[in-house]
């Protein structure tokens, strides 16, 4: 009788060293599966931020591609510079004008 009881305390034994090690290889796998579905949200995140970005790229392909962009951005530029230079004109024109009129009014 001392063998058979033995025998299942050594049994006993086994079986819960397995259930351990079973438990212990469980969390694992539960950190593991907690880690990757961390890293799915962020991928679907990702995924979203790139589908907003897509989006917004094709409507701007509508208003304009981005060589009419360049192209749109020189022109502002020739026209800041036109502008700049037809101010100066004015200006110097109105003060030849100024100094015409000082002249023939014999103010100076």
Not at 1 to 16: A, P
Not at 28 to 44: C, F, H, S
Not at 68 to 97: G, W
């Amino acid at each position: 009788m001392m063998e058979k009881t033995s025998g299942w305390e050594t049994y006993s034994k086994l079986v819960l060293q397995q259930l351990e090690t079973m438990s212990t290889g469980i969390e694992g796998l539960r950190t593991e599966l907690q880690n990757v579905k961390n890293q799915l949200t962020e991928l679907k995140a990702k995924e979203d931020r790139i589908q907003d970005l897509k989006a917004w790229k094709e409507k701007m392909d509508d208003v304009a591609s981005p060589p009419q962009l360049k192209e749109t951005l020189k022109e502002v530029e020739e026209l800041k510079t036109f502008k700049t230079k037809a101010i100066t004109m004015f200006m110097v024109v109105q003060a030849v004008m100024g100094i015409a009129v000082a002249v023939a009014l014999e103010i100076f």
